[in-house]
């Protein structure tokens, strides 16, 4: 096993048990996954595995194109099928008008915008009759020319205009007629920033498209009961998207839908957070009286994407490596809004490396002009993909900043530092950064790579090289909708009522870490509840590495408001005041003092049980989250009076990588890599498989993941034809290396983050973040030229590269 | 849709292979109970689904009653022609610990053991598996007594959502079983044809070689 570095804990422990907690004995420990024994044995409650007695079936009829208008629609001989129940289409009336999600209807009425688009829906009595009758649906299409060129779509007369009558049109910008919304970032000025520079920069770099590529499709079940309206969906969250888009369609109140979340999301990324399967479910379920079972298993990599990014940079700098002006365009597009408003803000986030309603940056850049267009095109469907609007534009950015430190003759390392913002200065948005963990991961992945030694000798027509680079990740919180309940038992026992779902990220068992910790009692006697919408609040969601910060607490007042209740109860039978009892190992006990202890069972007796809330303490008048804008001026970006939109945390990470290159034949071999990052760990186990696997993922998309489309249709639509990483295409087991390198003293310290919980930070998106650019470096460290397009690793791209192909 | 036109349209389809539809829900309910639950505590489970045994059915023309040997135990089901090995251990038999994945035999989670041999159970009709001997995930191990190749993937957490675990256990076991102490080389040679999205493999592998 490679290198496994964590930062000594030693400084926490104290002041943990100093104030109540168990003093790391449960926080920071690599307790076992609560989930192991059912994963290893086949037996986890996936969404998938969800059928009903007298169920029904369904498929999807999709559209194969791009653009085209549906010239003809004909199910009738699909009806007469054994086995079908109905056929929908966009004229059902329990179809017409609906929207999905955004601005997407949920069957395209007469035309279509997208491939995979659904024009028509078969329910049947078994997925093979459902099948079948899919075939025999006859639609006829008029194939118009596709617009896939985000930045084409951008332009004052585009190629084509993608949505007539316009769906949504933007505050300015609207003389570009298929531009949905734009943003900016104006700071300092540009002009007078590269009359300063020595040197200047200036490059068009691409971030593909990427799908999420989970295995397990996301799937869902509804099934009605009397008036009300089960339904399983495989989903990252209950309450903010399945809930109310479900109940939207179906038409059925709120209160009577109960949204049951699966024991483990089967993978997620991003991609199970909003466009599922609920709203089609709920809907056919009440229809047809019957349960439904809807699975998106024939659109699987085309019902939500990575945005495809087109970046225009330009950057000065100061012969020493400093900083001086950074103007950017950033092109993106989708075929409905969706998402992709919300991703726009975080490009610009990126571009400046400060989420604009968050309050930490990563570089200095004194001067800056930031203009983002989001076009529609008829590109598949975009929605939030892991490192939501960073891994994408972080690619550009830090490339710019590599091929810097080459022009300049600097260590990758040194520019970085050199720039780094620093604890309390205002970023390019005039935001205060707080909790900057920039400094201590890039040194310690860079540290990591140079005890590689020097680069191997390898035989020609053989080349290594490696590469470098640093990131940050915001965190999303949700700022209101944030409680959890914890339930206690006479018997000791605690269950956690709240809705942040296991996504394979741990989040089950981190929340029992979290209590144990903060109640000081034994892990194995907490629990967690199955997540339904019925009886669990609305806590934090899977999605923005937010669950740990939200959930985490949540738990802790909780924790405290348990205590207060216990205490309370258990005072007078210990004939003390409740300010001198203290809880350790699960006990009740007068601080100080093991002898006089009583048990949870009888400080509560006679209750059997009670249950406590907790939620999270936001400052008053913290704008909600869901709520707009935020306060930042809309044509600046700057932030505005005293609170603005708040980042809950900035997770700061780095890479290094080393890659073997065939300069004959394209082949490439990633060698080594290093991933680290500075969340404070709740469990050092699960971080590393974040950081680790977060590397895969990015370096899969890096290396070789692609969507190859044609006027529209994704040539690339099944795992088949889509190239995703496996074993062989990674480095051996010693050649992992991780560094967790926590950012000190800001539970305790005097500039606390005001809602970490004992100071831990999300972590499952930035472990993505920061790949793509140090396999860049490392593919021009090898063979001298600086890839311009993600990915930039198939044999293809390598020797095109090397104007070989 | 109306009452009546309900009525109407279920009289009129006369679904023909309704029975063993009908057969295969009841069966594939009884294994979705026993993971999932009914009970609102999200416990890790303790019982493990079991193949609900010999059943005498008489199938439409489609299929056959074919016998296998799944997990020790003979079983003899109503197979349809068209169905995968995958679909009838999932929805014939009820042992949902195969996973529904990429369906087209490029990604590997729906590995199971014919003879010993890792098979994508995807790509294998349930027809052409007369008289096998099948192994799934849950013919492995309980969660009271974990067969060793179970208990290193907990040691070395080997797995994030899980959905691939089950196809990397049962394709070590299998390497384990030719070859006790196998190479990093050749593990990674065993397990590269099953994808972990999460990206686990490094773990994997040292669990595999570490059982």
């Known amino acids: ?805 | 849709m109306s009452e009546e036109k309900k009525t109407e349209k279920t009289e009129k389809k006369g679904v023909s292979r309704r029975g063993f539809i009908q057969g295969a829900v009841a069966g594939l309910v009884v294994g979705a109970a026993a993971t999932y639950g009914a009970t609102t505590m999200m416990q890790p489970p303790t019982a493990t689904p079991k193949p609900t045994g010999p059943v005498e059915m008489v199938g439409p023309v489609d299929g056959k009653l074919i016998t296998m040997t799944i997990n020790g135990k003979t079983i003899t089901k109503y197979v349809s022609a068209r169905w995968t090995l995958q679909k009838y251990l999932r929805e014939g038999v009820g042992l949902v610990g195969t996973p529904e994945a990429c369906d087209n035999g490029s990604c590997g989670n729906c590995t199971v053991l014919i003879n010993g041999n890792p098979i994508l159970s995807c790509c294998m009709l349930a027809m052409d598996c007369a008289d096998a001997d099948i192994t799934t995930i849950e013919g492995l191990g309980t969660p009271d007594s974990l067969h060793p190749m179970q208990q290193s993937f907990i040691k070395n957490t080997a797995f994030q959502c899980g959905g691939c675990t089950p196809a990397f256990i049962l394709a070590g076991k299998a390497l384990k079983d030719k070859k006790s102490s196998p190479s990093e080389d050749e593990v990674r040679e065993a397990v590269s044809g099953i994808i972990c999205r999460c990206g686990t493999y490094e773990r994997v592998v040292k669990a595999i070689m570490e059982a």
């Open chain 1, 1 to 805: 096993m490679g290198t496994r570095f964590v930062g000594s804990l030693e400084p926490f422990k104290d002041k943990m048990a100093a104030q109540g907690y168990s003093g790391l004995r449960y926080m920071s420990q690599r307790v076992e996954d609560w989930n192991s024994k059912s994963i290893v044995t086949g037996t986890a409650g996936y969404t998938i595995n969800q059928y009903a007695p007298n169920m029904l079936y369904t498929r999807f009829v999709r559209s194969p194109y791009g653009s085209a208008k549906i010239t003809s629609l004909d199910t009738s001989a699909a009806e007469r099928m054994p086995g079908v129940v109905e056929i929908y289409t966009a004229k059902s009336p329990e179809f017409a008008g609906k929207l999905y999600l955004g601005d997407i209807p949920m069957i395209a009425d007469g035309e279509v915008f997208f491939h995979s688009q659904p024009v028509a829906i078969v329910v049947a009595e078994t997925q093979e009759a459902a099948d079948d009758a899919a075939h025999a649906v006859s639609v006829k299409y008029e194939v118009q020319e596709a617009l896939n060129d985000v930045v084409a779509a951008r332009d004052l007369n585009p190629p084509k205009v993608v949505h007539t009558p316009r769906l949504i049109t933007p505050p300015f910008e609207a003389e570009r007629p298929n531009v949905i919304n734009c943003f900016y970032v104006r700071s300092g000025d540009i002009e007078q920033g590269f009359a300063d520079a020595d040197v200047i920069l200036e490059d068009e770099i691409e971030c593909q498209s990427s799908a999420h590529a989970y295995l397990i499709p996301t799937s869902a079940t509804a099934q009605p009961q009397g008036d009300l309206m089960k339904l399983w969906v495989d989903v990252q969250n209950i309450h903010p998207v399945p809930w109310p888009t479900a109940a939207a369609a179906a038409e059925i109140p709120l209160d009577k839908l109960n949204v049951i979340g699966p024991q483990i999301a089967s993978g997620g990324f991003g991609g199970k957070n909003c466009g599922t399967p609920g709203p089609y479910a709920a809907l056919l379920a009440k229809s047809t009286g019957r349960p439904v079972r809807v699975v998106f298993d024939d659109n699987r990599l085309l019902h939500a994407s990575r945005v495809w990014l087109v970046a225009q940079i330009k950057i000065g700098a100061k012969n020493d490596g400093k900083f001086t002006a950074i103007e950017v365009t950033y092109n993106i597009g989708t075929p409905y809004a969706v998402f992709s408003l919300t991703d726009m803000e975080r490009a610009r986030e990126a571009v400046t490396c400060t989420y604009h309603w968050g309050h930490r940056d990563l570089y200095e850049r004194p001067n800056v002009m930031f203009t983002a267009y989001d076009s529609y095109v008829n590109n598949c469907e975009t929605m939030s993909h892991r490192g939501f609007g960073v891994m994408e534009s972080l690619f550009p950015m830090e490339q710019m900043i590599n091929m810097m430190a080459e022009k300049l003759s600097m260590s990758k390392l040194d520019i970085r530092l050199l720039n780094l913002v620093k604890e309390g200065e205002r970023s390019a948005q005039n935001e205060i950064v707080r909790s900057h963990g920039a400094e201590g991961v890039q040194k310690k992945a860079y540290e990591i790579m140079e005890s590689w030694g020097p680069k191997p000798s390898v035989p020609e027509p053989w080349v290594v090289g490696r590469g470098f680079s640093g990131g940050n990740k915001y965190s999303q919180g949700d700022m209101v909708h944030n409680l959890i309940f914890l339930k206690l038992r006479n018997n000791g026992i605690v269950d956690i009522i709240a809705d942040s779902m296991d996504i394979g990220q741990g989040m089950n068992t981190i929340s029992r870490q979290f209590v144990a910790e903060a109640m000081n009692m034994p892990i194995e006697n907490v629990r967690k509840v199955e997540v339904n919408t019925a009886y669990v609040p609305w806590t934090s969601d899977s999605f923005s590495s937010s669950a740990t910060d939200d959930t985490g607490q949540a738990i802790i007042d909780a924790a405290k408001n348990a205590k207060a209740q216990l205490f309370e109860w258990a005072a007078p039978k210990l004939g003390v005041s409740a300010s001198n009892l203290e809880t350790v190992d699960g006990m009740i006990q007068v601080k100080g003092d093991p002898e006089k202890s009583i048990s949870w069972g009888d400080a509560m007796a006679p209750r059997p049980h009670t249950i406590v809330q907790g939620s999270k303490n936001w400052p008053v008048g913290a704008p909600n989250d869901y709520d707009g804008p935020g306060t930042n001026d809309y044509y600046t970006g700057q932030a505005l009076g005293p609170y603005f939109r708040i980042v809950m945390n900035m997770n700061f990470m780095s890479n290094a990588v080393e890659v073997m290159i065939n300069k004959e034949t394209g082949e490439l071999k990633v060698t080594k890599f290093v991933t680290t990052n500075d969340a404070l760990p709740v469990n050092p186990t699960t971080c590393e498989g974040q950081m680790i696997g977060g590397t895969y993922h990015g370096l899969s998309q890096g290396m070789f993941e692609d969507y190859v489309i044609d006027n529209g249709s994704y040539m690339t639509d099944t795992i088949l034809d889509y190239k995703e990483a496996t074993v062989l295409d990674f480095p051996k087991v010693d050649d992992v290396h991780s560094g967790i390198v926590p950012v000190w003293g800001e539970y305790f310290g005097e500039n606390p983050r005001i809602d970490c919980p004992f100071g831990a930070k999300g972590i499952g998106e930035g472990v993505i973040c920061a790949i793509i650019p140090a396999f860049a470096d490392a593919v021009h460290d090898a063979i001298g030229v600086w890839p311009k397009r993600s990915p930039c690793g198939t044999q293809y791209d390598i020797l095109k590269a090397l104007g070989k192909a």
